[in-house]
């Protein structure tokens, strides 16, 4: 129905006005002839029956006293008739007339006339006369002529307006298509379409395009506002969520940093001291307490060290590579399982995305083992001059992943979406690949890092 | 002969507990302490020590990097890296800066005056607990190939496998197939390890490594 309506309106004006226009001009054209004929009729009646009063002998008898022209009377002519008539005899010297006739016949008479029969002329001031002659019993001549106007009266002037008053509204009903088309339908269509492939929270339609109704621009105008709220409150949603992950890393650090710095170097002054009693003890139950401290001392620090490693790895300054080397190292002896890392030549990158990469990495590597139960684990780092490229495979059992990263959330998997979090927050891409059929999970990170030409990059200061 | 050592940590007490372990040694003297990066460079540049006690983490310059110093300014100070990270990169990190050993804290104070012994005459000292997660696998130097060994230490430089495989005029694969041949042997589960293990065995030596 929304796709025809344009055309339903098209034909509903249209059809009518085509309709009215056709019937009108026959109508034109038969009023024409019409006209004609009762002009004609008219005329001719009326001549023959001033003809059958001029012959009657009472006429007759009056005429011959009556110096002529001598105004027809109402004996012959009812002077409320439209029309002249004049009586002339066989020479055309004019024996009476109709009131005026005497003035107006002249002016629209000029020559003969056939007897009998009609004649159509064109008067000066472009009225339209029928006028017919016909004879009587004593050779005279009845002249009788009427205007068109003066008979068929604003029927005869409006008459041949009507095709064109007919054709503008043709025209102006084209026009109100036109313009419906125009500023409402386009616009809405366009309005239509952007509204159904906008991202909300992320897109805008545009402010005003293309030119509309007000109705329209003013619908346009309230989307364009609602679009813009719901993008600001995504992007307070996402900051929210970067806050969130960048605060957490943060504390993690000053955690770890704290924890080594105080507690562990002060348990490792502890076993420092118990190392050295140690060498003082003469006294074997003394020795064994002794022991027993120094034991639980290095497991502490170990513990703590352990501690420090899982909440902010120091290792991270290293670089990218060894970074990752670490780790799979570490993650490969906790779990039992093999990963192999493969890295090409890095540029010295960022804290961020040694950071970010460090912690997908982490989280893919547990994720597989835990969930997915891998034996395997193939980790890969790159770059191409352009992008730097990360890719955790593994031969788990993979999941259903759809895409819907905030419906992980919603269900309590916050790993994907922590992942998604920290390339966002790098400008970076990811991709997770994983069927439970197929089996294993793909996960791609992608961050752009273009080398600035002519500038060697320097190397980590820790770089090996 | 007397070693002289100067010992670098930001940690007042556990740095009294090192001093402690140093006290009363005949062969060992303390000659000068810092708590930060910058003075222990000063020191170390004044009283020119045969070894040099260095923790990674201090403020100013880290560890690594005054290793990096030391070495660049051609001092001959053996560097001994004294520190509680047990991470293997952080090993690797420093003997490529150019430390002649690396120890834990947590070592006893015979442990450690064995790794000074060590360094100052030139050795290497890897801490047990660093070197090695693994056990030892009864392992002899000779059964390293020629070719194993050229291609480990060509790995070692930070060399990746098609690097190699273009030096030494070998596939990609052949290169491949050795590393996995010395990881076999030397009981390592990867490069990192393989190298520490090397080191330790005496299969390849740090100068060779850093030539």
């Known amino acids: 129905m929304r796709r025809h309506l344009l055309l339903i309106l098209t034909l509903l004006v249209l059809i009518p006005s085509l309709a009215i226009l056709i019937v009108t001009g026959w109508g034109v054209v038969e009023h024409e002839r019409a006209m004609k004929k009762i002009a004609e009729s008219y005329v001719l009646d009326l001549a023959q029956s001033v003809a059958m009063r001029v012959d009657r002998p009472r006429f007759m008898h009056r005429a011959q006293m009556m110096t002529p022209p001598r105004v027809l009377d109402s004996f012959v002519l009812d002077i409320s008739l439209p029309g002249w008539v004049a009586l002339v005899d066989e020479s055309g010297n004019l024996l009476a007339a109709s009131s005026r006739a005497q003035d107006v016949l002249p002016q629209i008479w000029q020559g003969g006339i056939p007897v009998g029969r009609t004649t159509l002329v064109e008067g000066p001031f472009g009225d339209t006369y029928t006028i017919a002659a016909i004879p009587t019993s004593q050779g005279w001549y009845v002249i009788s002529a009427v205007a068109w106007s003066q008979l068929l009266g604003p029927m005869v002037r409006f008459s041949h307006l009507w095709p064109a008053a007919v054709g503008l509204l043709a025209i102006a009903g084209m026009c109100a298509v036109w313009a419906f088309w125009r500023w409402l339908i386009m616009p809405l269509l366009s309005l239509e379409s952007e509204v159904s492939t906008l991202k909300w929270g992320k897109d805008l339609p545009k402010p005003d395009d293309p030119p509309a109704v007000w109705e329209l621009r003013r619908l346009r105008k309230v989307l364009y506002q609602l679009a813009q709220t719901a993008r600001e409150r995504e992007e307070l949603r996402q900051r929210y969520v970067s806050d969130l992950v960048r605060v957490q890393e943060e504390e993690r650090t000053k955690l770890a940093r704290e924890i080594h710095d105080g507690p562990l170097q002060d348990v490792t002054a502890l076993l420092q001291r118990i190392l050295l009693l140690k060498q003082e003890i003469w006294n074997k139950r003394a020795e064994k307490y002794i022991e027993i401290a120094e034991e639980s001392a290095v497991a502490a620090v170990r513990e703590l060290r352990v501690l420090c490693d899982t909440l902010s790895p120091p290792w991270l300054d290293l670089g990218l590579v060894q970074a990752l080397t670490e780790l799979t190292d570490r993650l490969a002896r906790t779990y039992g399982v093999k990963i192999y890392l493969e890295a090409s030549e890095l540029p010295e990158v960022s804290k961020d995305i040694i950071l970010a990469f460090f912690r997908i990495a982490q989280e893919a590597i547990n994720n597989a083992v835990k969930h997915g139960c891998a034996k395997n684990v193939w980790v890969k780092v790159s770059y191409d001059g352009e992008f730097i490229v990360l890719q955790i495979e593994d031969d788990g059992s993979g999941f259903e992943f759809e895409g819907d990263v905030e419906a992980l959330r919603v269900k309590g998997h916050r790993g994907i979406a922590n992942m998604v979090e920290r390339m966002r927050m790098i400008k970076g891409k990811i991709d997770v690949q994983s069927s439970s059929l197929e089996k294993g999970t793909t996960i791609t990170c992608k961050v752009s890092f273009p080398l600035i030409s002519g500038e060697e990059t320097p190397r980590d200061a820790f770089n090996i | ?211």
């Open chain 2, 1 to 211: 002969m007397v070693i002289k050592v100067v010992l670098a940590d930001d940690h007042p007490l556990t740095r009294e507990g090192f001093k402690s372990y140093l006290e009363g040694k005949e062969d060992i003297k303390l000659v000068g302490e810092a708590s930060d990066g910058e003075s222990a460079w000063e020191v170390i540049k004044e009283q020119l020590p045969d070894v040099a006690l260095i923790d990674i983490r201090m403020p100013g310059i880290d560890g690594v990097s005054l290793v990096r110093r030391v070495r660049q300014e051609g001092l001959n100070v053996a560097c001994l890296m004294l520190t509680s990270y047990d991470a293997q990169q952080y090993v690797l990190a420093s003997l490529r800066a150019g430390a002649k050993g690396y120890i834990l804290k947590t070592a006893s104070p015979d442990e450690l005056l064995r790794a000074i012994k060590i360094v100052a005459s030139q050795g290497v000292y890897l801490d047990k607990e660093v070197a090695l997660a693994v056990e030892e696998p009864g392992f002899s130097p000779e059964q390293l190939s020629p070719r194993e060994r050229e291609v480990l230490l060509l790995a070692g430089r930070g060399e990746s496998s098609k690097e190699i495989a273009s030096k030494l005029y070998i596939s990609e694969r052949t290169v491949q197939t050795h590393l996995a041949s010395i990881y076999d042997k030397l009981g390592a589960r990867n490069k990192t390890e393989a190298l520490l293990l090397a080191l330790k065995y005496g299969v390849v030596t740090l100068e060779e490594l850093l030539e």
